[in-house]
């Protein structure tokens, strides 16, 4: 194998992000022994997740090792202010150009195309989020609710809603690492997902559940479609 | 519904637990609005993972809200340590009895055995530690390599490794708050696990994967031998 003796991959972490959107790329990550997660932050401050929970940046956007792999999470309501944060834009603006690999999570993928760094390409989010996505007339959101989606052309992966995160990591591991360090990581992780129910698809959950969750969702996609007015505005 | 406004979710954190067996469960248990997952620890101090990222506890050993669910995540060298810790023991021996439901996921078993909680119940652990969590005389390792395992008549229950904790939490959703609770945080997630790959199950890997992985978990499965072996010596 060709590939290096360590692959940085900095995760973009900022407040109100969501936790498994980087916990669960971290883990299959983690386990290659080759890729290392790397959480980056404007300050080294804990981080507020919307979970209620809190974490450490282990790096900062001013210091740290060159990034292979930049992964942009979702999140809550702090999705519309990192769209809109100078700083932490700046600092993708900065870095994206230099990565391998650039892509999202979830919500994620709103904070990535404010930077430009998806224009032109193919992309994927959170169900809910897509038609807010699309209102970004410099990128395609592909049809469906695909866990993820690698666009091979322009280095570009993003993955559905936040749980989508171990899938799209370990189809990372496999386009970049190969098949047997995929798979190494896949039996150390036990990752043979056996939900007890099959509602976490929006093709499959009842269209009763759908349209709740939506409606219950519609302050914070009016969030995501407003930092996207703002966004377009400004370019 | 008669379940009550919180229910109090008390993960263990320790020093070398492993990321995604508690924020897997801490995902799936926030979405629901009625599960509070709270990280709890000896101090407040951050926990290092087995991922080399660090997370904080958000209450102590000595300061936390009442518990209705005692939750023992898995990790590396950290395991066997804390099978050891008396301050850890000590609190598991003084919440477990007064918590509705108790368990873990992953080597976290091994903890939650060592305290005495899983005397004459039934649990199910990490595939390759399997062996050893069996020296423990006074509990059934049920057989396979279930995600997760409910033991309803003495309420325990268990995870296999790591990535198990999003199906077990899932269950316990279902089981405690309810179905219709379960399947909206399951789309509020969007979990609807595709792995690119199936070497997650020992039983669908190779058999050289799953050689060579036992293999390489050789000093930590003597690790968790040893461990068992001092605490079934003290008692």
Not at 106 to 116: D, E, K, P, V
Request: proline share 9%; with cysteine.
């Amino acid at each position: 194998m060709s590939t290096p003796a360590v692959i940085n991959v900095g995760f973009v972490l900022y407040p109100d992000c969501t936790l498994l959107d980087f916990a669960g790329a971290t883990q299959i990550f983690a386990f290659t022994g080759v890729f290392k997660p790397i959480w980056i932050a404007a300050d080294l401050a804990p981080i507020p997740t919307t979970e209620g929970v809190t974490v450490n940046p282990g790096a900062t956007f001013d210091d740290h090792p060159p990034l292979s792999i930049v992964f942009v999470p979702g999140g809550g309501s702090g999705v519309g202010k990192a769209m809109l944060d100078p700083k932490l834009q700046g600092w993708l603006k900065q870095v994206t150009p230099q990565a391998n690999w650039v892509g999202s999570v979830c919500t994620g993928a709103f904070i990535l195309a404010a930077s430009g760094a998806l224009d032109g390409c193919e992309v994927t989010t959170y169900w809910s989020a897509r038609p807010a996505l699309q209102l970004f007339p410099t990128l395609t959101v592909v049809p469906g609710y695909p866990r993820w989606h690698v666009d091979e052309l322009r280095h570009r992966f993003s993955g559905g809603g936040i749980s989508s995160s171990l899938d799209l990591a370990l189809r990372l591991v496999e386009l970049i690492g190969g098949v047997e360090m995929a798979r190494t990581t896949q039996l150390a992780n036990q990752y043979a997902p056996h939900p007890p129910l099959d509602s976490g698809d929006p093709a499959e959950a009842s269209p009763e559940l759908v349209i709740s969750l939506t409606q219950s969702q519609a302050a914070f996609t009016a969030s995501l479609v407003d930092a996207t007015n703002q966004v377009l505005a400004q370019s």
